[in-house]
């Protein structure tokens, strides 16, 4: 049996678009997103969504995922909050713990970076990344029954999310 690297993470770079668009496109489905699908020539990267929202996971030199970073709201009063506002991995290459180190990573930024927590949005039937999300201590602090319309039934929106500091901005450890 050959056992796979650990995958490397790292903060996009311009030239990630094309291989980040296409997982967008390999992966996407309403088991995790409720946008429509990507064009095929729709550009990975915004204006206000570009290289420096995401980090990246490598195995053997190619870009096998991302997740990608942001705010819950614009507003001001929320600029201590860090969102998970997508994550995808490359088919080939699930299994092999990529997710699981890009979630780390996000939390790791979002401490590093003095966030006093970080949460996210997921449906409520996708098990498996409910389980990874709790797995790495997030917790569920919301559910919006039958929030969204998918495939023909209703799904509920999960928000979770955790801790990064405790009082007087003491770092948390997990």
Known sequence: MTVMPAPHIRPARSEDE???????LETWSHLHAVSPPPGPDDPFFHDTCGPDAHLVAELDGAVVGYVRLGFPTPLASNTHVRQIRGLAVADAAR????????VRAAVEEARQGGFRRITLRVLGHNTAARKLYESEGFVVEGVQPEEFHLDGRYVDDVMMGQMLTGPAGAALTT
Do not use: K
């Open 95 to 102: 299994g092999h713990g990529v997710g699981r180190a890009l």
């Open 18 to 24: 094309e291989p980040l668009r296409r997982i967008d």
